[in-house]
């Protein structure tokens, strides 16, 4: 007898032993995995995201050529490439020529400062420094720069940083536009593979669930970006004409480039709030009234996604208010798109832990109850 406990023992612990070891290893390849992929999880994220809104579209447009997924998938890539980069990359490489073109006039002293109004030292709170500085700027440049060249360089880092930060992520979206055309090409197989995961993971009819909420959930995350970025652009568009800004409608087209871009509209709106100060042709009412509503425009994006991104998504709206807020402030854009998935799928997991409560009443039963009372 003690040799029979002693040999159940023995092979007790071999076996204890080989799952131990077969897990480690499992560690150790899903470690090496990770390292490997992780350069390119935010471009595989982004690529599945763009994949996903966009497979509908893709679906319609192959069906009217005739079936042909890889073609209507490279299509879709080129135009998105052509209405979202290309007007984005041209209007970054319009700034950076006029800011050097600045910067050689000022190296050159050929830079001319026309000279400040009298009103200029009536704005309010900041008048008069800007008309001391604005004298300054027109009596003797040269010295005026010379005197802010430590902040001058610290200005240009900043600004060059900014740009390469636009450009990096324009060829990033660029990449991830790319492989999701890929995807989208074999978006059946991929949609089925997904599915597949999801019910191993949660099992068949809360797989499938899950699948659809997902990608519902992504849509309409997406789809907002879109619907806010032409809100923003008619807004910032109307206040425009009605400042009588000049080239407004080409101004609004490249905020609404700029907001599917998800490059701030700021850009756009802080030079023309500049021309309305500095243009002389508005007084200081005038032009304070249209900057508080260029600013406002420019910054409705922020107020505007948190309102409209659950729309169409089978998960209570402060479930995906609170996911896309906390993404954006944890991971920036991308986790908008993350938060908002995860926590929806967080709640549908618990929600259905509840109501599988073995020691809840009968739905009958509780009717029965509430009747006798």
């Known amino acids: 007898m003690p040799n029979t406990e002693d040999a159940f023992e023995r092979r007790l612990a071999t076996r204890l032993l080989d799952v131990l070891i077969r897990a480690g290893l499992i560690v150790v390849l899903a470690l090496l995995c990770y390292k490997v992929f992780a350069p390119f999880l935010s471009l595989m994220v982004w690529s599945a995201i763009l994949a996903i809104t966009l497979y509908p579209l893709q679906r319609r447009l192959a069906r009217k050529m005739g079936g042909r997924m890889g073609w209507a998938a490279t299509l879709i890539t080129l135009l998105g490439i052509a209405l979202i980069v290309v007007p984005t990359a041209v209007l970054l490489d319009h700034t950076g020529n006029s800011v050097k073109r600045v910067i050689d006039e000022v190296q050159q002293n050929t830079l001319k400062i026309p000279p400040p109004r009298e009103s200029v030292s009536a704005w309010p709170l900041v008048g008069e420094k800007v008309f001391d500085f604005w004298q300054r700027a027109y009596t003797d440049l040269p010295a005026l720069v010379q005197s802010l060249q430590p902040k001058i360089g610290d200005l240009a880092k900043a600004a060059l940083a900014m740009v390469a930060a636009i450009g990096g992520g324009i060829l990033g979206f660029i990449a991830a536009l790319i492989v999701a055309g890929i995807m989208m090409a074999f978006g059946e197989s991929g949609a089925r593979a997904c599915r597949s995961i999801f019910e191993r993971v949660f099992g068949a009819l809360r797989g499938e669930q899950f699948t659809i909420l997902s990608v519902a959930t992504v849509r309409a995350v997406a789809q907002g970006v879109i619907g806010i970025a032409f809100i923003q652009a008619l807004a910032v568009g109307l206040c425009l004409l009605l400042a009588k800004v000049p080239l407004a409608g080409v101004l609004s087209g ?82 908008l798109f993350v938060g908002a998935t995860l926590l929806a799928l967080g709640y549908q997991i618990f929600m259905g832990w509840v ?19």
């Open 355 to 373: 109501a599988a409560n073995p020691d809840a009443a009968p739905p009958d039963r509780a009717v029965e109850t509430s009747n006798t009372e």
């Open 254 to 335: 490249v905020v609404l480039v700029l907001g599917i871009a998800q490059v701030p509209a700021l850009i756009v709106t802080l030079p023309a709030i500049a021309y309305l100060w500095m243009s002389g042709n508005y007084s200081n009412g005038e032009a304070l009234a249209f900057s508080v509503l260029l600013f406002i425009a420019g910054m409705a994006d922020n107020v505007l996604k948190p309102l409209m991104l659950g729309r169409g998504v089978d998960a209570p709206m402060p479930v995906i208010l609170i996911g896309a807020l906390g993404g954006l402030a944890t991971a920036g854009i991308l986790g």
